[in-house]
């Protein structure tokens, strides 16, 4: 990874925060925490969502710059 790349940073801090989502939602299912479950699964949702917005926002500037 390219520390002083901007587009790897964001990613790589978004893959961090859905990996401490997965885990904050394993131990409130291990302890039968239902509420913190549901919230970790809410995070995790968003954060893939925008992991893959983000993605795609590259895979659109790639095609741009072949018809170019």
Known sequence: MNATD????????IQQLIANARRDQALAQAEGDRLTAIKARVRLDTLDTALKIHRAGFKVAERQ????
């Open 6 to 13: 901007p587009a790897e940073f964001f990613e790589a801090t």
């Open 65 to 68: 710059r072949a018809r170019s």
